[in-house]
């Protein structure tokens, strides 16, 4: 099976940067995905590693350490917009199939 | 293109009702996916599919039930609907044939769309 971690709530503020943290343990591991949620609303895709290390895309990137069994989620810059939950996923081969587990998820909120 | 579509939006049942939450996707995936997502919390895989006439169970597959017999359309059913049943359902989609050749592409050929939920209360 996969087991999937996430700190459940951070608080940051305008303008400043957070780290959002996910652990996993998983056999046959393919990916790594970030998602993005708002309230009420569906998932959208932020980020995909499968290679250790760093991805960067504008004020959003995503680190990867498949030794380690860890990723974070950088955000700079925080606008009030960025408020939202923030979901890890993780990609496992599984019978020649791949299946996609997502952790709990990061509530994060924005201060002025 | 619609991406991905879901009906209805949102619905109440009363509980032992019957229904089925309809998906459909026009982007040709292969790969699709049913989640509930209860309230503060992320979503559980119910059923997937990894293309027409091959479905296989997620996490949480008691009470739920599926069928693939075209590329686009992946209906959820629920036979018995029960109370611990009231959530937001997902449906998702992606491309995943990539995977069964050890090849690597772009990261946008692997995201899941999701779309836009079905609101579902049982009482």
């Known amino acids: 099976g996969q087991n999937i971690d996430q700190p459940t709530e951070m608080t940051a503020t305008e303008g400043a940067i957070v780290q959002i943290n996910c652990t996993y343990q998983?056999?046959?591991?393919?990916?790594l995905f970030w998602y993005q949620q708002h309230a009420g609303e569906a998932p959208t895709f932020l980020s995909y590693?499968?290679?250790?290390g760093l991805e960067e895309k504008g004020r959003f990137s995503s680190f990867l350490s498949r030794s380690k069994g860890y990723s974070y989620l950088l955000l700079k810059e925080l606008q009030m917009k960025d408020s939202a939950s923030y979901l890890c996923?993780?990609?496992?081969?599984?019978?020649?199939?791949?299946?996609?587990?997502f952790g709990t998820g990061t509530k994060l909120q924005v201060i002025p | 293109n619609a991406g991905v579509t879901q009906t209805p939006k949102f619905r109440i049942l009363k509980i032992g009702q019957s229904m089925t939450l309809q998906c459909t996707q026009d982007?040709?995936?292969?790969?699709m996916y049913w989640y509930r997502q209860d309230p503060g919390m992320g979503l559980k895989l119910i059923y997937y599919?990894?293309?027409?006439?091959?479905?296989d169970k997620g996490e949480v597959p008691n009470g739920y039930n599926v069928s693939r017999s075209t590329t686009e359309d992946f209906p959820l059913r629920l036979e018995l609907a029960a109370p611990s049943q009231t959530s937001v359902y997902f449906c998702?989609?992606?491309?995943?044939?990539?995977?069964?050749?050890?090849?690597?592409?772009?990261?946008?050929?692997?995201?899941?769309?999701f779309g836009p939920g079905t609101r579902l209360t049982v009482t």
């Open positions: 590693n499968v290679l250790d």
């Open positions: 998983t056999s046959g591991f393919n990916g």
């Open positions: 998702a989609s992606s491309y995943g044939l990539r995977d069964r050749q050890g090849t690597s592409g772009s990261d946008t050929d692997y995201e899941q769309y």
């Open positions: 982007m040709n995936h292969n790969y």
């Open positions: 599919s990894v293309g027409a006439g091959i479905t």
């Open positions: 996923a993780v990609r496992a081969l599984s019978g020649g199939y791949q299946k996609v587990t």
